[in-house]
């Protein structure tokens, strides 16, 4: 019978048990939403790295041999360690797509991931191994052939099989601005695949590798050199001629030490893998250029971001909209259980057992929020945690990655059952403590005394309107604190995903305006000379620029946990390549000095006027600059220097780019040093496709402020018309027109809001900043909320609040006083 | 012309089957300063004539005609007008606004009518002068219903309603509240209204008006109305 009550109470109260249904099912929903995204991109990752074996620490140099290799392997703490080259080629029939080839001879670790095909086998040499997402943009299958070139020298395998590695689960060509699968792929090959024979003879004829090189990297001309010594001659001697003959002579196995390892990649048990630096430089002797954990490879690094800030998004947020809805719900059931109390009384004074009554009506709360939470579970990661995750899929490569449920997203709906629960429970205890014979009449007004506000020494001159609403305010302290602090969080969310777009319009106008200077771009081939590149400057005008990875410390000989891998630009210092400060105005590097973007110089706690060091990543000297310039830049990093300070250092100045005001369009087709150009437009585009998941991003947090503005308004301003209805009605009674009431009610409603958006403000900037600095170290975007955006957000909360004001002023209009008197008594 | 005036007045609640007939063809008459008892058992829809009375519910079929004005034709505004200059309502459960001092619940009239009275005189009228500046919360139920005469009486209503006034309370504060109310009339010469089941009530009115299943039984005009303190308890 019991169970016919509560279903019909259900129905007759069906607005205040949906919007506890709706509450409960949106709090649940929106923990889960980016978690469940998370979490499944956490289990696929696993996965992933430990299918793949990934490595845990990566070694670059400019040659490992046999003997670092074993010597490595001996160390206690390394429990497997393997070689292997990496070079950046181009695909033959792709439209010379990028591709980075992997040549192994064994392959123990970071193993590709095989979608399809058989697994990748070291010794195969008939065979190459294809990142699956570029066959497939290229409709390319197993048993296809598939042809690369690196450095003039082609390869044509049968693919044996599509895969996916870690280390590439986001990509980007460097030709490109933004992701495309169909300009970049990695190709995994056996070192003895390689034609090594003709690639040497390639570099030998095209002037590439000269008698020095190999002298200095190989034994292959030792004998050679010791005869020329013996005869009274120096290696200048050596021809070109005499090299090749040399070289034909010499069997593949000998001449692969023209291709040297240059990486040694190794896994080991402790936690932090940096710690074992000092140990592997001593077994390679210290002949290393750097050594990196998993943080600095890109291809992971990029994603660890995106999904550590998904993280931040998912926790503050939803945390916030969680608190919010407890807050909402637990008043919500309050009342809801409150306006029972005739009805607790009455089954009371008929004997029934409390401890019956008390089950009754927590069936109440715990079947409707069970209901919303359930729903919530269902609908947060299966459908709207799993549209997001498709989003994330097309930029990122994890094979398997879903979106998927974690223990916590059953707590959450646990905590949400049971505070709803709890709060019945208390609700329903204090009504139980009543005597049924005082339960079965009309609650005892509340305790009203003095509120704070009569110590304001205009208190008496204030309308009643105003002190009678300060009385209420004072007597519902939860209700209006849960208008307030609703109303803050909303109008910060609202102001945040509004100045979102700001903040892009200010980078938008920063990279364009500021910093890139320059109306096409042309990117050389790898192998392009400084001559060649000066000659191209000297033809279109422009600037060159170099780009390359690098190491940078704050004092000398520093080990991994000090040093931050980073980029440096080479720049003229004509100005195509804007530099700004921090304030993002345009400056210049005063010369013999490095600019140092801001959020690196912080993480190395140095300003103007200090010494960095620096080495390139791949080359084992390390440089000392002065920093003459911070300088802020909002997607990039590192330091900036001069191309006469660069050169001064020794290093050979290899431009990556010409900026220039030249059309250069179409260029990259006729010469074969260009590998891409780029209009202005282009790039507006590019980074217009780059900011898409961050619209997305922004969109959500508009609508999620939207929904939380309009919940919280609507709740307060129906929580305050419910526990005023009698006195509405009183008010009625005596002659109050219904638009004095509704006066009464939407000034109390403006008066919160205002507040919530005055504490709001503040926070906004804040927030706004902390979401763009969790992009990662790359990024450094400056938060900027314009004052429209304030304006905005705060008259859409006051909007809301009129509007929920004219909503409540129907139902004062229609208020039956008869009634509501009549059931109050 | 009488004050009041009720001309064949039904009123009715639902449809069809359920319909149920709260006044059925009422009429009776009210003079200016008649102290009158609405009396009947529950159910007799004495509380539905005081309501159309106050211009709280309108009849489903004839004429509430108070001091001329036709009430039972009046809009939503007309009647918010009506109950704010006219009536003065008085509940058995008082309907004080808890976050309201004494003093501020009588001074809320202010905000509805122009000449309202001042309630520190009011309030020294029903005893409580002392009590100004307390709420509801701290005052017995006596004080409450006098508060709440006083706020009726700020407006300085032509008829006072009361709602069984002193069904709340003991006897001894009922009867504080009903010579309340009574002094009202004879002294003040307003015109007061009480429904009650409570047939003691009776002997002090100048009418009474009794009730049965919506009609209207009988109508006694009492020659000698006794003072409330005379009346046995």
Not at chain 1, 283 to 308: C, P, R, T, W
Request: proline share 2%.
């Amino acid at each position: 019978m019991l169970i016919r009550k509560m279903l019909r109470e259900m129905q007759t109260n069906f607005g205040q048990f949906f919007s506890v249904f709706l509450l409960s099912f949106l709090a649940v929903c929106m923990f889960t939403l980016l978690k469940a995204s998370n979490v499944g991109a956490y289990h696929a990752l696993n996965n992933f790295h430990q299918k793949t074996n990934l490595a845990d620490g990566w070694l670059y140099g400019e040659g490992f041999s046999d003997e670092d290799l074993k010597k490595v392997r001996e160390l206690s703490d390394v429990t497997d360690a393997q070689l292997r080259m990496q070079v950046t080629g181009t695909s033959v029939g792709q439209n010379n797509a990028q591709i980075e080839i992997f040549l192994e001879d064994e392959n123990l670790l970071t193993k590709p991931y095989v979608l399809e095909g058989v697994e990748f086998n070291p010794s195969d040499t008939e065979h190459l191994w294809l990142s699956e997402r570029f066959a497939k943009e290229w409709d390319l299958s197993v048993g296809d052939d598939f042809a690369v070139t690196y450095n003039g020298v082609s390869v044509e395998k049968k693919i044996a099989g599509l895969i996916a590695s870690p280390e590439f689960s986001y990509m980007c060509a460097d030709t490109d601005l933004d992701v495309d699968f169909k300009n970049i792929a990695y190709v995994y090959m056996s070192y003895k695949a390689f034609p090594v024979r003709e690639y040497v003879e390639h570099l030998i004829a095209a002037g590439k590798i000269t008698a020095n090189d190999v002298l200095e990297h190989t034994k292959l001309l030792d004998a050679v050199l010791e005869q020329l010594e013996a005869n009274g001659l120096t290696k200048d001697a050596i021809t070109q001629e005499m090299l090749l003959k040399r070289i034909d002579g010499l069997s593949d196995e000998k001449l692969l030490a023209m291709m040297p390892y240059t990486q040694m990649i190794l896994s080991t048990d402790k936690e932090d893998v940096l710690a074992l630096e000092n140990e592997i430089s001593e077994a390679v002797n210290g002949d290393y250029a750097v050594f990196v954990d998993k943080d600095s490879i890109a291809g992971m690094k990029v994603l660890a971001d995106e999904l550590s800030q998904h993280e931040q998004f998912a926790y503050i947020f939803t945390m916030v909209f969680v608190l919010i809805a407890l807050l909402v719900i637990m008043t919500a059931m309050s009342r809801m259980v409150a306006n029972q109390r005739t009805q607790i009384g009455t089954m009371n004074a008929l004997g029934m057992k409390n401890s019956k009554i008390m089950r009754h009506y927590l069936g109440y709360s715990f079947v409707i929020s069970a209901l919303g939470a359930a729903f919530g579970l269902i609908v947060g990661p299966l459908w709207w945690g799993q549209a997001l995750t498709e989003l994330f899929v097309s930029f990122y490569t994890i094979p398997e990655w879903k979106a998927a449920y974690d223990n916590s997203f059953f707590i959450a709906a646990a905590v949400v059952v049971l505070v709803c629960t709890c709060t019945s429970y208390l609700s329903c205890r204090r009504l139980l403590r009543v005597k049924p014979s005082e339960a079965l009449r009309p609650a005892p007004p509340k305790s009203g005394k003095n509120c704070i506000f009569e110590k304001l020494p205009f208190w008496k001159g204030l309308g009643f309107t105003v002190q009678y609403n300060l009385r209420d305010i004072s007597r519902a302290r939860l209700r209006a604190f849960m208008g307030i602090f609703g109303t803050a969080c909303g109008m910060m969310i609202m102001a945040c995903g509004l100045a979102c777009n700001t903040t892009l319009d200010n980078v938008y106008d920063w990279n364009f305006a500021k910093l890139q200077n320059y109306d096409y771009n042309i990117q050389f081939a790898k192998d392009i000379t400084t001559q060649q590149a000066d000659a191209f400057s000297k033809q279109y005008g422009g600037e060159l620029i170099m780009a390359d990875s690098v190491e940078v410390a704050a004092k000398d000989h520093a080990l991994s946990g000090d040093k931050k891998t980073t980029g440096v630009v080479v720049t003229e210092g004509k100005g195509f390549y804007g530099i700004t400060n921090v304030r993002q105005e345009e400056v210049s590097i005063p010369e013999g000095t490095v600019a140092i973007s801001s959020k690196l110089a912080l993480s190395l706690g140095v300003e103007v006027g200090d010494g960095v060091y620096w080495h390139i990543y791949d080359k084992n000297e390390w440089y000392r600059a002065t920093v003459g310039v911070i300088s802020r830049n909002p997607t990039s990093s590192g330091i900036t220097m001069l191309r006469k300070d660069f050169e001064e250092t020794g290093n050979k100045f290899l431009p990556a780019f010409l900026f220039t005001n030249e059309d250069v369009t179409g260029l990259e087709r006729t010469n074969s040093l260009i590998t891409a150009t780029h209009s202005k437009t282009d790039r507006l585009e590019a980074f217009m496709q780059s900011m898409q998941i961050m619209y997305v991003m922004v969109g959500v947090l508009i609508v999620f402020a939207a929904i939380l503005i309009v919940v919280v308004l609507y709740n307060s301003g129906n929580l305050s018309f419910n526990e005023r209805i009698k006195e509405f009605a009183t008010l009625k009674v005596l002659g109050f027109e219904s638009k004095q009431i509704q006066k009464i009610l939407t000034i109390q409603n403006l008066w919160l809001s205002v507040i919530g958006i005055f504490l709001g403000t503040p926070f906004a900037k804040i927030i706004l900043q902390y979401m763009f600095d969790s992009n990662g170290d790359s990024y450094d975007y400056e938060a900027v909320i314009s004052a429209g955006d304030y304006i905005y957000a705060a008259i859409f909360v006051l909007g809301i609040s009129v509007l929920a004001g004219v909503f409540f002023s129907k139902r004062i209009r229609r208020l039956d006083m008869v009634e509501v008197l009549k059931g109050m008594e | 012309m009488s004050l009041v005036e009720f001309q064949d007045v039904v009123k009715t609640y639902g449809t069809g089957e359920g319909k149920q007939i709260a006044v059925n063809h009422v009429d009776f008459t009210i003079e200016k300063g008649e102290f009158v008892v609405i009396l009947g058992q529950s159910g007799a829809g004495k509380s539905t004539v005081l309501n159309m009375l106050g211009g709280m519910d309108v009849p489903t079929q004839g004429k509430v005609i108070i001091d001329g004005m036709e009430v039972s034709a009046m809009n939503d505004k007309q009647l918010s007008n009506y109950r704010a200059k006219t009536i003065g309502f008085v509940f058995q459960f008082y309907n004080l606004l808890p976050s309201l001092t004494a003093y501020e619940n009588i001074a809320l009239t202010k905000n509805i009518v122009k000449d309202a009275l001042e309630p520190t005189e009011l309030l020294k009228a029903v005893g409580l002068e002392e009590h100004k500046d307390k709420f509801p919360s701290q005052m017995s139920g006596g004080e409450q219903q006098r508060v709440s005469i006083a706020r009726a009486l700020a407006k300085n209503p032509r008829i006072v309603l009361g709602d069984e006034p002193t069904g709340a309370l003991d006897s001894e504060t009922g009867i504080t509240v009903l010579e309340l109310l009574q002094d009202l009339c004879k002294k003040k010469h307003h015109t007061v209204i009480i429904v009650t089941h409570n047939a003691d009530i009776a002997k002090c009115a100048d009418k009474v008006i009794r009730m049965k299943n919506g009609k209207i039984r009988e109508i006694i005009h009492n020659e000698h109305p006794l003072p409330v303190r005379e009346v046995n308890w």
